[in-house]
């Protein structure tokens, strides 16, 4: 167990719907990190937030955004939701402000969209 | 922008033998990160390298860092079957900003 906490589990939708996932750091942790795994593109960073701020944007898409909130708990949007959009979510924690930080990973949201 | 190459992207052994995965880079990396993502499951931190030509040892598992720092190398002697799962490496990119993940490569190991 890593400490990080993510909900739902697993999210069904259908296209054209909005979707929002959760996440709790582990205690201490600033930074949360999110990331999307799908079997053809591996493992993508889409956004880092530290402290409250976005500190980083990776291959993140207008479609989606995210925040964290002041109990460092973040949510990631998804909106206008595509059939590729279904993928494996995870989000991921560290005390770090840098990116080089040792990261620690939640269980993931698994979302399908139909 | 930055990328990692990890290879091969796929790997069966036999239960016993040796097992390596190779992550290159074309520019020069601050230092590399090691992970196992279990079937089902989640990345979980092996091990960071920083040094030019470090090397560290987990019990069965060697991880390199070239000389030049483009390069590592995670190496398992004598797999067993709890070494299924798909080993990423991962290096801090250029601003320093966040982590590039090679795109993994996968062990399955039959006894």
């Known amino acids: 167990d890593s400490g990080v906490t993510q909900t739902p589990k697993h999210l069904i939708t259908a296209t054209g719907q909005r979707v929002t996932l959760r996440c709790s750091p582990r205690?201490?942790?600033?930074?949360v990190y999110w990331y999307q795994q799908s079997l053809d593109q591996g493992l993508q960073f889409l956004i880092q937030?530290?402290?409250?701020?976005?500190?980083a944007k990776g291959n993140i898409l207008e479609r989606f955004s995210a925040q964290q909130f002041p109990d460092l708990h973040s949510e990631l949007n998804l909106s206008s939701l595509e059939l590729g959009d279904s993928a494996l979510y995870f989000c991921?924690?560290?005390?770090?402000?840098?990116?080089?930080?040792?990261?620690?990973f939640g269980p993931g949201t698994r979302l399908l969209v139909l | 922008g930055q990328q990692v190459m990890q290879i091969p992207q796929y790997q069966h052994v036999q239960e016993g033998e040796d097992f390596t995965t190779y992550c290159n880079s074309s520019?020069?990396?601050?230092?590399i990160q090691w992970y196992k993502q279990r079937p089902g499951g989640h990345p979980v931190f092996l091990i960071q390298?920083?040094?030019?030509?470090e090397v560290k040892k987990q019990k069965r598992l060697t991880f390199q860092f070239g000389e030049a720092k483009k390069n590592s190398s995670l190496h398992i002697t004598a797999t067993q079957t709890t070494d299924v799962g798909t080993y990423f490496c991962?290096?801090?990119?250029?601003?320093?900003?966040?982590?590039?993940f090679g795109k993994g490569t996968t062990l399955s190991v039959s006894s």
């Open positions: 937030y530290y402290n409250g701020e976005e500190r």
């Open positions: 390298l920083v040094k030019s030509g």
């Open positions: 520019t020069t990396l601050s230092n």
């Open positions: 991921a924690s560290s005390v770090a402000l840098a990116g080089g930080g040792t990261q620690y």
């Open positions: 991962a290096a801090t990119n250029q601003a320093g900003t966040a982590l590039i």
């Open positions: 205690s201490g942790d600033l930074s």
